[in-house]
């Protein structure tokens, strides 16, 4: 009997065997082949480029092999190198006769971003080809892109979402409160704001003032650019952003110039086919944004610009589990050490930096300002801001040749801080944890969990992040070649808009990431050039193992920020709370424009 059980054991383990191995190869066949549709495309004649307003925008997003195998063939991300360059490629391709751009979920928070996706466009226009656009519904973002377009169509019972601008900032004090936690804080910069979401319950004054200034400034850019496209006088705008539109009809938004025709989806063909010119039985030859991808674009001449993006917060070391801490980082040592090989490589002529960031560790973002000045001294270095080149952000910005921003991107925010977390309320009252003291020095037991930094010990923060922001100031004036009393008279934490920033100095130029690759050109003195992108993207092999040592969490973070929507944010704040430096050089970690 006994041999019996071995024997059933022994076979029902060896089935399970097989079938995990034959699970495991099967499984990486899926992945074989979905990474094998990288061959080049070729694009039949009279086709159309489809772009898609659906997802999260995303400054660049990775060929995320888990959401395929998941069964989200086109992801839940997109990225805006992508769709630049596939407007770009369409522009230049004979066969390509037009855009159709369909309208959905689009999470775009990100004004500078959209605002290129637009000039793009518009640029794409220039070459004499048609874009249209459709949707059941537009939200805002998605409105001010499609508005480029000749013609805005809409569903017969669809929506347009257009409210104006905001921003919610939250407040985590009250919450910590709760468990026993408190921050203790010490900052230099009148506007350094992001320590508010855990010191304060409400808005400082200094804080409203400069948000009223950036959201007045990007929302009158969004009413200039659709006012030139639509032909509507932007108090006429205004005024419908004032009336919440959501709820108006279609008939009403035709009257109001917002749409050019109310259609249902089967009859946007019909309508496509007429701008092709093509009788009504034929198929319309479409092309996506990864297949335009693909397409031979033009070949590449003269010598090589690298474009090396830096998105994220920016980290003294990767966290820990991405899993569960939180999207792309700039990992200061990571960086750096990209920087140095770029340096030496006699290949690479100038390089831009593609930087969409609101800062993050201090010590970091000097680490990275170190590089960039290494860099500047063998070849060109161009910043092309993308979102935010803010604090830490525009801390590795400064030491740059030249500086490119979007009109509407978040800059500047020149001050630093240090947030120091207080768990002492939550061991000693809340879970009973009792402590004791035995020291030979006087501050031997200095930042001890036991208690909270005492009067004394404050004061001596207090003088280490004076140092701090004073050295970050006179980073920014040897950058800027400006002397650091007219550094301060800007400084302080304030956040500029693009637009402002080139006003006092702190940029040197309003363009996009294209505008930059020129200037690195002109600057290196090269005749011919081509652009190749940095860090090159983790492959499928690297992407599986990410996943399986907790190291690499986009597909799984994407679903957490899906889950929890507009709560993902404070969620990712308390759960990273300890494990981010103290001293910080960020603007507030959500901007929360809506």
């Known amino acids: ?37 990288d061959s080049a495309v070729k694009v039949k004649d009279n086709s159309v480029l489809v772009l898609n307003l659906k997802g999260a925008l995303q400054e660049r997003a990775e060929d995320d092999i888990m959401a395929q195998v998941m069964g989200e063939v086109n992801g839940a991300s997109i990225g805006l190198d992508d769709i630049l360059e596939a407007i770009s490629k369409a522009k230049d391709n004979d066969n390509v006769k037009g855009i159709y751009i369909e309208s959905g979920v689009f999470g775009s928070d990100s004004p500078a971003s959209n605002h290129a996706i637009r000039e793009a466009l518009l640029d794409f226009k220039k070459s004499g080809k048609w874009i249209v656009a459709y949707g059941d519904q537009y939200i805002q973002s998605a409105y001010y892109i499609c508005s ?70 990007i929302w009158d850019q969004m009413l200039t650019d659709v006012s030139a496209s639509r032909k509507i006088s932007k108090e006429l705008l205004n005024a419908y952003a004032d009336s919440i539109t959501m709820f108006s009809t279609t008939a009403d938004y035709q009257k109001q110039k917002l749409i050019d025709k109310a259609l249902y989806y089967d009859q946007v063909k019909p309508e496509i086919r007429k701008l092709l010119k093509i009788d009504a039985d034929k198929d319309i030859n479409t092309i996506g944004i990864s297949q335009m991808l693909a397409t031979k674009g033009k070949k590449d001449k003269g010598e090589e610009v690298a474009v090396y993006y830096a998105y994220g917060n920016i980290v003294s070391q990767q966290v820990e589990n991405q899993i569960m801490g939180g999207g792309h980082a700039i990992v200061g040592p990571d960086v750096a050490e990209d920087l140095e090989k770029l340096a030496k490589d006699d290949k690479v002529k100038a390089v831009v930096l593609r930087i ?72 000693t009252e809340k879970l009973g ?9 006087k501050n031997t037991t200095f930042g001890t969990m036991a208690r909270p930094f005492n009067a004394e010990e404050m004061a001596i923060l207090d003088k280490y992040i004076q140092r701090g922001y004073e050295l970050f100031r006179k980073r920014v004036a040897d950058g800027r070649k400006q002397p650091v009393e007219a550094i301060e008279k800007i400084a302080q934490g304030h956040v500029w808009l693009g637009k402002d920033a080139l006003g006092n100095k702190l940029v040197d130029q309003l363009g996009n990431l294209d505008d930059a690759v020129k200037k690195a050109a002109e600057l290196a003195k090269l005749k011919e050039h081509h652009t190749k992108a940095y860090p090159s993207m983790p492959s499928w092999q690297e992407q599986l193992l990410n996943q399986a040592t907790g190291k690499g969490g986009s597909y799984l973070d ?9 709560f993902y944010a404070p969620f990712m704040q308390l759960r990273t709370i300890s494990q981010q430096d103290a001293i910080q050089a960020r603007i507030p970690f959500e901007p929360n424009i809506k």
């Not at 990486?28 to 082949?33: C, E, F, K, Q, R």
């Not at 508010?196 to 804080?207: I, L």
């Not at 944890?433 to 020095?441: A, L, P, R, S």
């Not at 994407?558 to 507009?566: I, K, N, P, S």
């Open 1 to 37: 009997m006994k041999d019996f059980f071995k024997n059933v054991f022994a076979t029902v383990v060896g089935i399970a065997l097989f079938f995990a191995i034959v699970g495991f190869f099967g499984f990486i066949s899926i992945i074989g082949m979905l990474a094998s549709g």
């Open 433 to 441: 944890v009792k402590f004791d003291e035995v020291k030979t020095n």
């Open 558 to 566: 994407r679903e957490l920020r899906l889950t929890l929507g507009e």
């Open 148 to 217: 480029a377009a000749d013609q805005v169509w809409i569903n017969p019972l669809g929506e347009i979402d257009w409210h104006g601008l905001g921003s919610t900032p939250y407040y985590l004090k009250d919450v910590m409160a709760k468990f026993g936690v408190k921050v203790q804080l010490t900052k230099v910069g009148t506007y350094k704001s992001a320590p508010e979401t855990f010191t304060s319950d409400h808005m400082s004054d200094a804080n409203r003032e400069q948000v009223t200034e950036y959201i007045t400034g």
């Open 356 to 427: 969409n960031s609101g800062g993050g560790s201090a010590y970091a973002s000097e680490q990275i300002w170190r590089a960039v000045t290494r860099l500047k001294e063998k070849k060109p270095v161009v910043v092309s801001m993308g979102g935010m080149a803010a604090s830490g952000g525009y801390y590795m910005s400064c030491a740059a040749n030249w500086i490119v921003a979007e009109p509407t991107t978040l800059t500047g925010s020149i001050g630093i801080f240090g947030m120091f977390p207080d768990f002492s309320g939550l061991l």
